[in-house]
């Protein structure tokens, strides 16, 4: 099955080659940084645990040409990814909650790179409200639905404590918004129609520990050997 649907600018992209799309520019702009002039299929597939087969094929995708034994001109896929960003409809998104995380997530270029424009960030800490953050001066959470249907963004950002985190959900899912990403520590609830990705940092902390302990128990020499 293609992971290409449709022609020229309005062709839609597998969620699949989407998240790949994201990791090559990363392992590109690392080969750019590190003076290489070119990166392998094979390099690529190793970063992302494929074959090297499905890299060329991505490679297709972009209508980046290879060189055999050598790989892809590292300018070439980097140009090719901009101009992927620029075929897809820039995705309008509102964040709501400029703690450490919010902070971090506005001053970061990642949304943008993406495909994803942040048009509003919002708070309800009234110390907070009309500070610029950015580019971003922050608004009122009284705006969120005006703002919301004034630049009609379908993706909300949430990185609210978790007592405020539904009653924000609730309020994006009514003004329109279609896709929540939720940082949060809570299973949010939303209607049909609306999907949350959720991501759960004190999980993945203790995962973390685990993945440690499992290293550390994994290495280590019997008493009996040291004897």
Avoid at 53 to 60: E, I, N, P, S
Avoid at 88 to 112: K, Y
Wanted: with cysteine; hydrophobic share 40%; net charge neutral.
């Amino acid at each position: 099955m293609s992971e290409v649907v449709g022609n020229g600018s309005s062709r839609r992209l597998s969620r699949a080659l989407a998240g790949r799309l994201a990791r090559y520019r990363e392992i590109v702009e690392a080969a750019r940084n590190a003076g290489k002039s070119y990166v392998s299929s094979d390099a690529c597939g190793r970063e992302l645990h494929v074959d090297g087969t499905l890299v060329r094929k991505d490679m297709a995708c972009l209508g980046v040409v290879g060189k055999p034994h050598v790989g892809y001109p590292v300018a070439e896929v980097l140009a090719a990814l901009d101009r992927h960003v620029d075929e897809q409809t820039q995705r309008a998104a509102v964040l709501v909650g400029v703690g450490n995380m919010g902070t971090a997530l506005v001053t970061s270029s990642t949304l943008e790179r993406h495909g994803v424009h942040l048009e509003a960030v919002f708070d309800r800490d009234g110390s907070k409200i009309g500070q610029t953050i950015g580019r971003h001066e922050v608004a009122s959470v009284d705006q969120l639905e005006t703002m919301i249907t004034d630049c009609g963004a379908k993706l909300g950002v949430i990185t609210v404590p978790a007592e405020s985190a539904q009653e924000i959900i609730d309020r994006m899912a009514r003004a329109g918004i279609k896709v929540i990403w939720n940082f949060a520590p809570i299973r949010a609830q939303v209607p049909a129609g609306v999907r949350v990705l959720n991501e759960h940092l004190t999980e993945s902390v203790g995962r973390l520990s685990r993945y440690l302990d499992e290293a550390e128990h994994r290495f280590e020499v019997p008493a009996q050997a040291l004897s």
